[in-house]
């Protein structure tokens, strides 16, 4: 099996504007996270009760997350997740070790995206001015997370628990982009960059 690649930054945050008690906005470079694909698109009944015998429940209603201890799995298509775990103690081995050997597959995305939070009380108006998603609670509730586009950029927008924000899961291709984007979109609410 060929060596694991270290995981680097797409991009190092370097510029820190304000602090973070006066920002209406604070945004953060999160660490690199373990990133899987869960795909059992013919049957998945089976594939969601074995994981389920195994305690990770996963989300069966478009768009909604759960969470399992330090991880996430979210629905992002019908038979199709992904499980976030920023501790890295979810792997590719331990998840398929709990699956059915029926037609599934699992892919590692992890260095494919890269995660950045949008955090402060004005978070929801720096998205709002590059995202078509209607941002109100009631239609994008606490642990939602539909796939859409900020600033032409296609991402999977992930509302955190008690007014936290947004995790951005992003292709790591366009990181940079987006990056810059938030600084100068942000830049009338007092933006602060802090560390990850």
């Not at 694909?37 to 195994?54: E, I, T």
């Not at 070790?97 to 590692?108: Q, S």
Request: contains cysteine.
């Amino acid at each position: 099996m060929p060596e694991a690649l270290p995981r680097e930054p797409a991009i190092r945050p370097v510029q820190k504007v304000g602090t973070a008690s006066t920002a209406g906005v604070v945004l953060t470079l999160r660490p690199a996270a373990t990133i899987l694909r869960l795909c059992a698109p013919l049957d998945h009944a089976p594939f969601v009760a074995a994981l389920a015998a195994a305690g990770l429940s996963l989300p069966e209603d478009p768009c909604i997350s759960e969470q399992w201890g330090d991880a996430t799995a979210f629905w992002v298509a019908p038979g199709e997740w992904w499980l976030v775990d920023i501790g890295a103690t979810l792997t590719e081995t331990t998840i398929r070790a709990d699956l059915p050997a029926r037609p599934r597959a699992i892919v590692d995305l992890s260095h494919s995206r890269t995660i950045m939070r949008i955090g402060g009380s004005q978070a929801v108006d720096l998205v709002a001015k590059g995202c078509p998603l209607d941002l109100d609670p009631t239609a994008f509730p606490t642990g939602g997370c539909p796939q859409s586009v900020l600033a032409g950029v296609n991402l999977l927008l992930h509302r955190l628990p008690a007014n936290a924000g947004f995790d951005l899961y992003v292709p790591r291709s366009y990181a940079r982009h987006l990056w810059e984007w938030l600084q100068l979109a942000g830049a009338e609410y007092r933006i602060s960059v802090a560390a990850g």
